[in-house]
């Protein structure tokens, strides 16, 4: 059974910092590539960023500089480290595993149950 279980959110004021994890199961998290969703009220679903197994990452354009995703394989643990933050980057983070992309969106076969993340201005 696929497990993926975030932590770290919270409020936080504009300028802050926050750090995300995604503890998950042994064998999805080593072969697969693992990723940071988001969804803000009233907004669709949007890839923040994404990890390949190898270490490559992708960054959506609204974050990049200020978000870094990374992971810990010996521990099968996904991290997003959120700098700079703004108002705009509220939203309930979703961590994701097995990313694809087809019709022109970012999905994913397995997800966490969220973390919510509230920057206040």
């Known amino acids: 059974q696929v497990q993926l279980v975030e932590s770290g959110g919270g409020l936080v004021q504009a300028g802050g910092s926050l750090r995300l994890s995604c503890a998950a199961s042994?064998?999805?998290?080593?072969?697969?590539?693992m990723g940071w969703f988001r969804q803000a009220p009233g907004k669709e679903r949007e890839l923040v960023a994404r990890?390949?197994?190898?270490?490559?990452?992708y960054y959506a354009d609204s974050v990049k500089g200020r978000f870094t995703i990374s992971r810990d394989n010996a521990k099968n643990t996904l991290f997003l480290q959120m700098n700079s933050l703004k108002a705009e980057d509220t939203a309930m983070y979703y961590c994701?595993?097995?990313?694809?992309?087809?019709?022109?969106?970012?999905?994913?076969?397995?997800w966490g149950q969220g973390t919510q993340v509230t920057v206040s201005s």
């Open positions: 990890i390949s197994t190898s270490g490559s990452t």
């Open positions: 042994g064998s999805i998290f080593s072969m697969n590539a």
């Open positions: 994701a595993a097995r990313l694809g992309y087809g019709s022109g969106n970012w999905y994913a076969d397995y």
